[in-house]
């Protein structure tokens, strides 16, 4: 597999990231995981924008999924080769209902629908594309779910926006790479529930065993070298940070 981080900002972008967008190809597929603010124009340094073969949405923040709007407009007034068809996008509950009242202004209703397959994402198994997936519900103020993606014998894991939890523990288990959110600062926020912070994401890595571990969906009000040091001081394994166009051989 490859990973590539299209945006790993949190909350909204900064100067130098999108936000969360994570591709992922193995065998000539490609997954993308989330599309925040700023992603679809990132995501084509990288890809053709008819390239992509599915969407995992973590969760409805617009931080995750915004950029889906702008992606909507991409695929449904394509002129040249026509509309494009349903792609599958996986996500929680009422995924096209908030999309298109975000998008506001839609041809009709069901327009969505017309350029994606929409899934409604629950705690299991499946096979997207040749990857074997799984997904458990994570700790958000949302409905929010973490991925871990598998094939050819290896692993990643994406955390989505989530607080410590067991469910996370366990989907990260022996994952050979651990793409895990750590949006605040230990001892400056605290706020249960919510996000994780550097030291949260390196006791995870540690508990779950993982072989590699990348912070990501780091804010600009937060510090990512404070962040990287905490992290490092509690994880035995290899730490660092994500950062737009860095690429993983998994």
């Not at 908030?98 to 397959?117: K, M, N, Q, W």
């Not at 799984?134 to 607080?163: F, N, Q």
């Not at 600009?220 to 950062?243: F, H, K, S």
Request: charged share 20%; hydrophobic share 35%; glycine share 10%.
């Amino acid at each position: 597999m490859k990973l590539t981080v299209v945006g790993c900002s949190g909350s909204f972008p900064s100067a130098e990231s999108a936000c969360s967008s994570y591709l992922v190809e193995a065998d000539g597929f490609r997954l993308l995981l989330d599309m925040g603010n700023g992603a679809l124009g990132e995501l084509q340094r990288h890809i053709g924008l008819y390239d992509l073969d599915a969407i995992f949405l973590s969760h409805l923040h617009a931080d995750h999924c915004i950029d889906m709007c702008a992606y909507f407009v991409v695929r449904y007034y394509r002129h040249e080769g026509g509309r494009c068809a349903p792609m599958p996008v996986y996500g929680p509950e009422g995924t096209e209902q908030r999309l298109t009242t975000a998008h506001a202004d839609t041809p009709s209703a069901s327009a969505f629908s017309e350029v994606f397959d929409f899934h409604t994402v629950k705690p299991g198994s499946y096979d997207i594309g040749p990857f074997s997936v799984r997904m458990e519900k994570v700790c958000h103020p949302v409905e929010s779910y973490a991925i871990r993606v598998e094939h050819g014998g290896r692993s990643l894991t994406y955390s989505g926006d989530t607080g410590p939890c067991e469910a996370l523990d366990e989907l990260a288990a022996d994952s050979d790479l651990f793409l895990c959110e750590a949006a605040f600062t230990h001892g400056k926020e605290n706020i249960p529930a919510l996000h994780l912070n550097g030291v949260e994401a390196g006791e995870a890595a540690q508990r779950a065993g993982a072989r590699k571990l990348v912070l990501t969906h780091i804010p600009p009000w937060t510090d990512p070298q404070v962040n990287l040091t905490d992290a490092r001081a509690v994880y035995d394994g290899p730490v660092e940070l994500a950062a737009p166009g860095r690429t993983y051989e998994i």
